[in-house]
């Protein structure tokens, strides 16, 4: 009987197997709206845009590691600037660059969500940001290395051409 019950649930309105046959937990994950459980749903793109940048600039101010990054940021962008990089170099710095921004910013709004959910020490909520600030040395050793391979050749290049002269 059970499975006749689940065939029967596949079937659409018009007597057709559905294209995509969803998990009950997954339907239960869907029928979850924001604007239920959240006092702060945006209902426009620019309130979004300024949520957005109110965050970054959260970050610049409270955060000391992201300012340091925002130093390396711009110092790697130079150096691949006078460089003269090719396009695709420029774009892998872009994305590992990003890659780390973003490892940061997960790791802040992590650590915000365990200071609020548990603000006494507890074991599982030092996990938690024990293993956010390991996705960001993860990042940031990724971001030293290909920073090394694109940045490396074409610098010493440079140099010892401004030595040999």
């Not at 006749?4 to 596949?10: H, L």
């Not at 969803?22 to 959240?38: C, I, V």
Request: charged fraction near 15%; include cysteine; aromatic fraction near 8%.
């Amino acid at each position: 009987m059970k499975a006749q019950q689940t065939e029967t649930e596949k079937v659409s309105l018009n007597g057709r197997r559905p294209f995509l046959i969803f998990h009950p937990d997954t339907l239960e994950t869907l029928k979850a709206r924001p604007e239920d459980y959240s006092p702060i749903v945006s209902q426009s793109r620019l309130k979004s845009l300024r949520y957005a940048l109110a965050g970054w600039l959260y970050m610049l101010r409270y955060q000391k590691n992201t300012r340091i990054q925002a130093v390396f940021s711009i110092a790697v962008m130079a150096l691949a600037f006078w460089l003269s990089l090719p396009p695709r170099d420029w774009a892998v710095l872009v994305i590992i660059i990003t890659m780390n921004w973003m490892a940061e910013f997960i790791n802040a709004a992590l650590e915000a969500a365990v200071n609020l959910a548990s603000p006494q020490l507890h074991p599982m909520a030092r996990v938690c940001k024990d293993v956010g600030a390991a996705a960001v040395l993860l990042a940031a050793v990724a971001a030293i290395l290909v920073g090394a391979f694109i940045l490396a050749p074409p610098l010493l290049e440079r140099l010892v051409s401004l030595l040999v002269r």
